[in-house]
């Protein structure tokens, strides 16, 4: 017997991890646009973001993988503190392809989710 009854989809506790590296955007404000962007997109997922799950980089190349706001965030991968992550792109996390995949692999043994604002989601093997 089926059941007709919908399914109610409970908010996910979700964090957002935004950078940016020259003085010029920061100056720009661009940093703000992302995290507005992305805080738009949580919420229109219906989504909770604690202020604790807020990872901001100002400043920081992208071709470091050790940088403050992004320690913090794996710890907190590790530690398995929220269920998905938003970022605006891919390359917010790293300049470097082999980092951005480190982080991602992070989060998949978790089974925390990657959600990027700007990229083809795309979980097939070709992608």
């Known amino acids: 017997m089926k059941n007709n009854i919908n399914e109610i989809k409970e ?14 955007q920061e100056n720009e404000q661009t940093i703000e646009s ?3 962007e992305v805080k738009k997109r ?11 799950n807020i990872f901001i980089d100002d400043g ?3 071709t470091l993988l050790a940088r403050p706001a992004l320690d913090l965030l794996r710890d907190s991968i590790r530690e398995r503190r929220f269920e998905a992550l938003y970022v605006y792109d891919r390359g917010r996390l790293s300049r ?3 980092h951005q995949e480190i982080v991602i692999e992070e989060l998949d043994d978790k089974e925390i989710k990657f959600i990027s604002l700007h990229d083809l989601q ?6």
């Open 122 to 127: 795309d979980d097939s093997p070709e992608g």
């Open 60 to 62: 920081w190349t992208g």
């Open 42 to 52: 949580i919420v229109s997922d219906g989504n909770n973001l604690l202020p604790q």
């Open 96 to 98: 470097i392809f082999a």
């Open 11 to 24: 908010p996910l506790n979700v964090a957002l991890y935004c950078r940016v590296s020259t003085g010029r």
């Open 34 to 36: 992302q995290i507005d």
